[in-house]
């Protein structure tokens, strides 16, 4: 992928943004990784592209904790604070005029629904939803993070693996969900992958399908 690369100051710290665009984009998919990975996570890549091809922009967005070079995860609030101030540069700049759209794999996609409303995004895309953390031997299930999907207000795509730890979330008026061969990596059906995020995209936004 092609692109260039920025760093936006937040509260929290520098995040570092990755802008891949399309001509004569007509909307800007903004994604985030993962707790411990990166932007170059195999499922974000194959997103990317998908969206490039149908005319959609893409931002990567590195998280401050992972551009000062630390691998542990921070508190949701300053995780959805990063991520709002990164959203209000985009829509001032690369995305000004554009709509939307936000998403990311596990725990950037638990960001993005926290923050749609607060980012004016026009829909989420959830890659590898951490629905419910596994429980560990002897102790008691912990609560599952349904309410972050339910609080979401538009259109919502669930891209999961159908043998992912962190469970399977339902289906509800404005929200799919599309089961995958694989785990939470999403790495085993790259072509369902595909086939999962550029039907939504075209559904959401009416953009053609690649030719």
């Not at 943004?17 to 985030?32: Q, S, W």
């Not at 101030?85 to 996609?109: F, N, W, Y």
């Not at 790259?190 to 995209?201: I, M, N, P, Q, S």
């Amino acid at each position: 992928m092609t692109g260039t690369t920025h760093d936006v100051e937040t509260p929290q710290g520098t995040a570092r943004v990755h802008l891949h665009p399309a001509d004569g984009a007509r909307a800007l998919l903004m994604l985030g990784h993962g707790a411990g990975g990166g932007v170059a996570a195999p499922d974000l890549v194959i997103a990317t592209g998908v969206a490039q091809g149908l005319g959609i922009a893409v931002a990567l967005v590195e998280q401050p904790y992972r551009v000062a070079g630390r691998r542990s995860s921070v508190p949701a609030p300053r995780l959805d604070m990063a991520w709002t101030a990164v959203a209000d540069h985009l829509r001032a700049g690369p995305g000004s005029a554009l709509p939307l759209i936000t998403g990311g794999r596990s725990s950037g996609a638990r960001v993005a629904c926290r923050t749609a409303a607060a980012s004016g995004a026009s829909g989420v895309l959830c890659l590898a939803f951490p629905l419910q953390p596994p429980a560990r031997a002897g102790a008691a299930p912990r609560p599952d993070r349904l309410p972050e999907l339910a609080a979401v207000t538009v259109p919502v795509l669930i891209v999961q693996g159908e043998r992912d730890p962190f469970g399977m979330p339902t289906e509800a008026p404005g929200r799919r969900v599309v089961r995958l061969a694989g785990d939470h990596s999403l790495k085993s059906d790259a072509a369902g992958l595909r086939a999962a995020v550029g039907g939504w995209l075209t559904d959401v936004l009416g953009a053609p399908r690649p030719g």
